[in-house]
């Protein structure tokens, strides 16, 4: 198999994150993971659009799924980990991080975004 992209942006809106994690659902079902990593993964990837869209200077969100043989790479553009501790909402964008962190195999922060692995068994 080889490696296929699929690329959405949508408006900085919370109003579209449905349709990220109706895009992410099904992209993981044709990889025929189990609900409940499909669940873990439609998680993570809500908890990223969050991110972006709490930074409130952004006028849109990127997403990018990498679907390899192996492994599903989903890249969100400017997800961040440097939260300001003093702003409203910083233990829920914290709570955020942590969940993403704990429900996939990998998740590494660049200077693009973040990029969320989950491997296929």
Do not use: W
């Amino acid at each position: 198999m080889t490696k296929d992209n699929i690329y959405l942006k949508i408006p900085c809106k919370p109003d579209y994150i449905s349709l990220v994690r109706l895009t992410t659902s099904a992209i993981a079902h044709n990889l025929k993971l189990c609900i409940d990593e499909i669940e873990d993964i439609k998680v993570c990837i809500g908890e990223a659009c969050i991110n972006v869209i709490n930074q409130k200077n952004k006028d849109e969100i990127s997403i990018q799924f990498e679907v390899n043989e192996d492994k599903l790479i989903i890249m969100v553009n400017d997800v961040t980990d440097d939260l300001e501790s003093d702003t409203e909402g910083f233990k829920e964008e914290e709570l955020g991080l942590l969940i993403i962190k704990s429900l996939m195999d990998e998740v590494d922060f660049t200077d693009k975004g973040i990029n969320m692995i989950k491997y296929i068994e």
